[in-house]
């Protein structure tokens, strides 16, 4: 971790000391507080490019934040305003300071350019962009729209004319529903430098640190709570099956753990390997997502089943997102296309090493784990 991440860990901390975060399951809504003072102290955007309203810190900075966040079980729009919205608005340039955004991959839409009454270009969208979480909680969505030509980057304003939510909720309460348009017109829209794959990628990223997170505050909260519980005469984690019960989901979390903090170092580092990277990262967070929630409940009791109970916040997010910008099986076909459609060499998939260029004479590789 950098010094600046230490420092955006602690000052979140802070605020996170300050600002109680609520414990039920499901929520009653989002952390509107914590939310509104993380946004307006710049942790908002903090990948963001300084031209575009952003802080232009590093990638690792942003998901130190948000998975500080996570682990302490607040519910606030982080990953898709933070590491998607504001990250793909800041690739054309826009600033999304003062609203709150969520992000979208719209293949289901038409386009079409109209003039306004000034000679202005406005984007016109018609059809639906399916599963936008907090699709009825944020002011308004950046929509990737793939064309025939190039994505365009289209951005709107969830309460204007022609926009309509078709509102449900997640396994954890959140809002999660699609988006249809009307003839709704964007309040900005530009030509994209990236396409829907990087979307993906980036969103597979920013989840697999976010399940990550969420397995580091069950096992910490097992962990507590096995040592506080008495039965028998005797704490729990006296107990030899609690034991190995602990010690299984330790490595099923630093595993995940591990995972994520590779792929995040290939995506800022290793452009070449990050898409491997990322999908390794998301088969192991949402594999062992499942395992680690049921071995928290587990060892919780009845009690964790509880809607006050703070573990529910963090089991559930385990639920929730193992799904989320792609499943285990899904990335798992992109390693292995790797290797069978692309002729990438197996053992360098799986240890994530470069074989020397032709000429070389060193025997080494780079371990991409290690950079």
């Known amino acids: 971790m950098s010094e600046l991440a230490a420092e955006l860990v602690a000052a979140t901390?802070?605020?996170?000391?300050?600002?109680p975060v609520g414990t039920e399951t499901p929520p009653t809504g989002v952390d509107t507080e914590l939310w509104t003072v993380l946004a307006d102290s710049g942790f908002a955007s903090l990948d963001v490019p300084d031209a575009a309203g952003g802080e232009d810190a590093d990638l690792d900075d942003a998901l130190a934040v948000m998975s500080t966040v996570?682990?302490?079980g607040a519910v606030t729009p982080f990953v898709e305003h933070a590491l998607l919205a504001a990250w793909l608005a800041g690739t054309v340039g826009r600033s999304l300071e003062g609203t709150t955004a969520t992000i979208a991959v719209a293949d289901d839409v038409e386009t079409r350019i109209e003039r306004g009454v000034e000679g202005e270009e406005r984007l016109i969208l018609s059809g639906v962009a399916r599963d936008v979480v907090h699709a009825a909680s944020a002011d308004s969505v950046v929509v990737l729209v793939p064309t025939s030509d190039v994505p365009l980057v289209a951005?709107?304003?969830?309460?204007?004319a022609g926009v309509h939510v078709e509102d449900g909720t997640d396994l954890l309460g959140v809002s999660l529903g699609d988006l249809r348009f009307d003839e709704a017109a964007t309040v900005f829209h530009a030509d994209s430098p990236g396409d829907a794959a990087e979307v993906r990628q980036r969103g597979a990223l920013a989840y697999s640190a976010a399940l990550a997170a969420a397995a580091g505050a069950v096992h910490d909260l097992s962990v507590r709570y096995a040592s506080e519980r008495i039965q028998f005469g005797r704490p729990?984690?006296?107990?030899?099956?609690?034991?190995q019960r602990l010690a299984v989901m330790a490595a099923r979390t630093t595993m995940m753990e591990t995972a994520a903090r590779v792929a995040a170092d290939a995506t800022s580092h290793d452009p070449a390997g990050a898409r491997a990277a990322v999908a390794a990262a998301k088969v192991v967070t949402s594999g062992y997502a499942d395992e680690v929630a049921a071995a928290g409940h587990q060892i919780?009791?009845?009690?964790?089943?509880?809607?006050e109970h703070r573990l529910g916040r963090?089991?559930?997010?385990?639920w929730a997102w193992r799904d989320r910008h792609g499943t285990e099986a899904e990335w798992a076909d992109v390693l292995a296309g790797r290797i069978l459609d692309d002729g990438g060499d197996p053992w360098e998939v799986i240890t994530g090493t470069e074989a020397p260029q032709a000429g070389e004479t060193s025997p080494e590789s780079s371990p991409r784990s290690v950079r």
């Open 13 to 19: 901390t802070s605020i996170l000391d300050r600002i």
């Open 70 to 72: 996570t682990a302490a």
């Open 155 to 160: 951005i709107v304003d969830l309460s204007g």
């Open 236 to 243: 729990l984690v006296k107990f030899q099956a609690i034991q």
């Open 300 to 307: 919780h009791g009845a009690i964790g089943f509880t809607s």
């Open 314 to 318: 963090s089991t559930t997010a385990l």
